[in-house]
């Protein structure tokens, strides 16, 4: 407590009665008489405050009734004593006491919205009337610090829970404390700086911090890192520290290390592929892939498997004499270009027909994870080759005339297997009903086969000839059309019957003709021999 020298002075001169004391305060000229009411000493209620958070009061121990009230006066920074200021503050409090004697009474509180510090005065005023009898009290004789508001900082780092490489990161800041203003720094702090040092340098961190956005002015106590903030280039932890530098009413204050991780793992790749012939094609086509590994910047290799026809699950464990390692055939590894990579050519020539598969496999890099693309995702069919059948029958005649078949298998793939032919009679004209005559036979290793002669041709008309190759492992079957190979015979006319040597084509006039034949056309034995024989046959 504060006890004022005049009020010992007062209380001495009461005691010998009826002197007037006069006392000039603060540019305040008050006069006291020694017998009259006084304050015997003041006391600030706390001495130190913070600004917005602590209720200042003041205290004063008077010697009076309750005839009297003490008003008490609170001065903002340099104010008091000031020819013209008013008080931030003002407050009577009436005395209790009924008789003369030594009471204490308490002004009401105050909360400062400024810093700096602050004076109390007090007085003690008659109530009847409103003079004053007592004080004020010196500028000076309570003094109250009231200091910046402590402060904290709330951030919110984009990207919590984790992204991949690649991910912009962005901060922001909320600063708790009393209408904060003023501006905040964010630092980033990279994989290799765990402990967020400052002093810490490098080439790449030459701060120590290896991104800064700031300063930053706070609005409505908020800041944020501006877009697109800072693109990540590795993996691994990195953590922001935002820093307020503090106002007039707060202080500074700094989030910590550790606060704001953001774990930055590999980015999550794709592999977009495209197979060679994904619409299919005949055995003995030659294979390949290409591969698109979608990623941030993706480097390293890639290995092309292809599963045969006997995998159709792409299973690796799936082994045999033709695929120890469950693939028929692999490439790689073959290195990223621009993200991309390919099978080189030849490939893998097929040699069945068959469903084929390829998975492309990445194995990563330091910013991607590896990725496989999945059965069943490149599909390539393989069957058998389209091939082109050439017929040509032999030539008609009369009736009795032998004919015969030929046909040449071109456009397969070294094709085998055999060839059936059918003969329908000139009453079959669409070849509907069972042929008069079939034959099969092989095919020859240059593609050609015919079939066995046919000499049953007795009646007159169109016979058709349909040839079908019947096909094999690697050839598709494939035949002419009725009306593909007519063949013509015509019946003997005037009386003369062909007689056609088998397997010549060639006829001869029957016996009625013999003699003027073997008389003038001079015959050779041969078929004079002939003519005769089919002469007695007749």
Same mark, same amino acid.
């Given at each position: 407590m504060r006890q004022h020298g005049w009020a010992r002075k007062a209380r001495t001169l009461a005691i010998g009665g009826g002197a007037v004391l006069g006392v000039a305060v603060a540019g305040f000229?008050?006069?006291?008489?020694?017998? &009259?009411?006084?304050?015997?000493?003041?006391?600030?209620?706390?001495?130190?405050?913070v600004v917005d958070k602590t209720a200042l009061a003041d205290q004063a121990v008077v010697y009076a009734d309750s005839s009297r009230h003490v008003t008490f006066f609170l001065w903002a920074p340099g104010t008091c004593g000031v020819q013209g200021a008013s008080p931030v503050f003002t407050d009577s409090e009436p005395v209790t006491t009924a008789s003369l004697t030594d009471s204490t009474v308490t002004s009401?509180?105050?909360?400062?919205?400024?810093?700096?510090?602050?004076?109390?005065?007090?007085?003690?005023?008659?109530?009847?009337?409103?003079?004053?009898?007592?004080g004020p009290t010196v500028c000076g004789d309570e003094p109250v610090t009231v200091n910046k508001t402590p402060t904290s900082i709330d951030t919110t780092p984009s990207n919590a829970r984790g992204a991949p490489v690649g991910t912009a990161l962005t901060d922001s800041a909320t600063v708790t404390g009393f209408n904060p203003t003023g501006n905040v720094r964010f630092y980033l702090f990279g994989p290799d700086n765990t402990t967020c040092n400052f002093?810490?340098?490098? &080439?790449?961190?030459?701060?120590?911090?290896?991104?800064? &956005?700031?300063?930053?002015?706070?609005?409505?106590?908020?800041a944020s890192v501006p877009e697109p903030g800072f693109t990540t280039t590795a993996t691994g932890v990195y953590q922001w520290v935002a820093d307020y530098g503090g106002d007039s009413n707060n202080t500074e204050?700094?989030?910590?290390?550790?606060?704001?991780?953001?774990?930055?793992?590999?980015?999550?790749?794709?592999?977009?592929?495209?197979?060679?012939?994904?619409?299919?094609?005949?055995?003995?086509?030659?294979?390949?892939?290409?591969?698109?590994?979608?990623?941030?910047?993706?480097?390293?290799?890639?290995?092309?498997?292809?599963?045969?026809?006997?995998?159709?699950?792409?299973?690796?464990n799936q082994t045999?004499?033709?695929?120890?390692?469950?693939?028929?055939?692999?490439?790689?590894?073959?290195?990223?270009?621009?993200?991309?990579?390919?099978?080189? &050519?030849?490939?893998?020539?097929?040699?069945?027909?068959?469903?084929?598969k390829w998975v492309a496999d990445y194995g990563g890099d330091s910013n991607n994870t590896e990725a496989r693309s999945g059965c069943d995702k490149e599909v390539v069919t393989i069957g058998k080759h389209s091939d082109g059948l050439t017929?040509?029958?032999?030539?008609?005649?009369?009736?009795?005339?032998?004919?015969?078949?030929?046909?040449?298998?071109?456009?397969?793939m070294d094709p085998g297997g055999t060839v059936t032919f059918s003969l329908y009679s000139p009453t079959d004209t669409t070849c509907g009903a069972t042929a008069i005559f079939t034959s099969t036979v092989a095919l020859g290793a240059n593609g050609t086969a015919r079939s066995a002669s046919f000499s049953g041709t007795k009646t007159a008309g169109t016979y058709n000839w349909i040839?079908?190759?019947?096909?094999?492992?690697?050839?598709?079957?494939?035949?002419?059309?009725?009306?593909?190979?007519?063949?013509?015979?015509?019946?003997?006319?005037?009386?003369?019957?062909?007689?056609?040597?088998?397997?010549?084509?060639?006829?001869?006039p029957a016996a009625p003709a013999m003699g003027l034949l073997l008389g003038g056309l001079g015959l050779t034995s041969v078929a004079a021999a002939e003519i005769r024989r089919v002469r007695r046959q007749s």
């Amino acid at each position: 407590m504060r006890q004022h020298g005049w009020a010992r002075k007062a209380r001495t001169l009461a005691i010998g009665g009826g002197a007037v004391l006069g006392v000039a305060v603060a540019g305040f000229a008050t006069t006291m008489s020694a017998s &009259a009411h006084y304050i015997i000493g003041t006391t600030p209620q706390p001495s130190v405050g913070v600004v917005d958070k602590t209720a200042l009061a003041d205290q004063a121990v008077v010697y009076a009734d309750s005839s009297r009230h003490v008003t008490f006066f609170l001065w903002a920074p340099g104010t008091c004593g000031v020819q013209g200021a008013s008080p931030v503050f003002t407050d009577s409090e009436p005395v209790t006491t009924a008789s003369l004697t030594d009471s204490t009474v308490t002004s009401g509180t105050y909360v400062a919205q400024a810093t700096g510090t602050f004076e109390w005065t007090a007085e003690i005023v008659i109530t009847s009337g409103g003079a004053i009898e007592s004080g004020p009290t010196v500028c000076g004789d309570e003094p109250v610090t009231v200091n910046k508001t402590p402060t904290s900082i709330d951030t919110t780092p984009s990207n919590a829970r984790g992204a991949p490489v690649g991910t912009a990161l962005t901060d922001s800041a909320t600063v708790t404390g009393f209408n904060p203003t003023g501006n905040v720094r964010f630092y980033l702090f990279g994989p290799d700086n765990t402990t967020c040092n400052f002093e810490q340098t490098s &080439a790449s961190e030459p701060n120590g911090w290896i991104f800064m &956005a700031g300063p930053i002015a706070l609005v409505n106590g908020r800041a944020s890192v501006p877009e697109p903030g800072f693109t990540t280039t590795a993996t691994g932890v990195y953590q922001w520290v935002a820093d307020y530098g503090g106002d007039s009413n707060n202080t500074e204050a700094r989030s910590a290390c550790g606060k704001e991780a953001v774990t930055i793992g590999k980015m999550p790749t794709s592999i977009k592929t495209l197979p060679s012939n994904a619409g299919g094609a005949p055995v003995g086509t030659a294979l390949t892939d290409s591969a698109t590994v979608i990623g941030d910047n993706p480097t390293g290799n890639i290995r092309f498997y292809l599963f045969g026809p006997g995998n159709s699950t792409c299973n690796f464990n799936q082994t045999s004499a033709g695929a120890p390692h469950g693939w028929i055939f692999m490439a790689g590894p073959i290195a990223l270009v621009n993200g991309k990579a390919s099978v080189p &050519a030849p490939g893998y020539t097929t040699t069945e027909i068959g469903e084929y598969k390829w998975v492309a496999d990445y194995g990563g890099d330091s910013n991607n994870t590896e990725a496989r693309s999945g059965c069943d995702k490149e599909v390539v069919t393989i069957g058998k080759h389209s091939d082109g059948l050439t017929s040509t029958p032999s030539a008609g005649g009369v009736t009795g005339t032998v004919i015969f078949d030929t046909v040449k298998v071109s456009n397969g793939m070294d094709p085998g297997g055999t060839v059936t032919f059918s003969l329908y009679s000139p009453t079959d004209t669409t070849c509907g009903a069972t042929a008069i005559f079939t034959s099969t036979v092989a095919l020859g290793a240059n593609g050609t086969a015919r079939s066995a002669s046919f000499s049953g041709t007795k009646t007159a008309g169109t016979y058709n000839w349909i040839a079908i190759y019947n096909g094999d492992a690697n050839n598709v079957s494939s035949n002419d059309k009725c009306g593909d190979e007519p063949v013509r015979i015509t019946a003997v006319t005037s009386g003369v019957q062909g007689i056609t040597t088998p397997g010549t084509g060639v006829g001869f006039p029957a016996a009625p003709a013999m003699g003027l034949l073997l008389g003038g056309l001079g015959l050779t034995s041969v078929a004079a021999a002939e003519i005769r024989r089919v002469r007695r046959q007749s």
